[in-house]
Antibody, heavy 119, light 111 residues
Framework: QLQLQESGPGLVKPSETLSLTCTVS??????????WGWIRQPPGKGLEWIGS???????YYNPSLKSRVTISVDTSKNQFSLKLSSVTAADTAVYYC???????????WGQGTLVTVSS | QPVLTQSSSASASLGSSVKLTCTLS???????IAWHQQQPGKAPRYLMK???????NKGSGVPDRFSGSSSGADRYLTISNLQSEDEADYYC?????????FGGGTKLTVL
């Protein structure tokens, strides 16, 4: 059964870079059928897609965040990662990693990790 | 890019039925969507994929009480025989080749 687990610091200072990793188990990140993505949810608000990556390294990002986002993949570790630069309090959110079908729905979700931006 | 519109809240009584709506923006009425459920304090959970024809495919373990339908740009999620555990936020999602969008979510209260 597919499992996705986010890891990384729960507290990041303003203007610094938020870094998270998602470890995939129960399935290969190198599957040709899926993209792997990051989605966030500010406290009390809705879901916002951040960006997604294919195992080959091909990426696509939310235009509103594109200038600050980098998503990478490490197939040897079955992991993919998120970096969000120049963070502010508005980036405080629960960050989820997820699996999307190639040009299709989000089928699997991690449990989420809260990242707070504060000095 | 497509935009999805959902009512912010809905309510229905225990044991009754409720129909939630997700509306696709102009020019995107043929898009396929997905419905997700987020119970309080939990991660979202995939419920189903729903096509413009009204055909839908549910995720593993999703009860028969959940069904989907479509009319024009509207996509519906119907929950029958409402249970207390159905009290949750419901999000619709759509996508194309280079973007992915979520609706604002509907908070369902079971009375």
């Amino acid at each position: 059964q597919l499992q996705l687990q986010e890891s990384g610091p729960g507290l990041v200072k303003p203007s610094e870079t938020l870094s998270l990793t998602c470890t995939v188990s129960g399935g290969s990140i190198s599957s040709s059928s899926y993209y792997w993505g990051w989605i966030r949810q500010p406290p009390g608000k809705g879901l916002e897609w951040i960006g997604s990556i294919y195992y080959s390294g091909s990426t696509y990002y939310n235009p509103s965040l594109k200038s600050r986002v980098t998503i990478s993949v490490d197939t040897s570790k079955n992991q993919f990662s998120l970096k969000l630069s120049s963070v502010t309090a508005a980036d405080t959110a629960v960050y989820y990693c997820a699996r999307h079908v190639l040009v299709g729905a989000t089928y699997g979700w991690g449990q989420g990790t809260l990242v707070t931006v504060s000095s | 890019q497509p935009v999805l519109t959902q009512s912010s809240s809905a309510s229905a009584s225990l044991g009754s039925s409720v129909k939630l709506t997700c509306t696709l923006s102009s020019g995107h009425s043929s898009y396929i969507i997905a419905w997700h459920q987020q119970q309080p304090g939990k991660a979202p959970r995939y419920l189903m994929k729903l096509e413009g024809s009204g055909s839908y495919n549910k995720g593993s373990g999703v009860p028969d009480r959940f069904s989907g339908s479509s009319s024009g740009a509207d996509r519906y999620l119907t929950i029958s025989n409402l249970q207390s555990e159905d009290e949750a936020d419901y999000y619709c999602e759509t996508w194309d080749s280079n973007t992915r969008v979520f609706g604002g979510g509907t908070k369902l209260t079971v009375l």
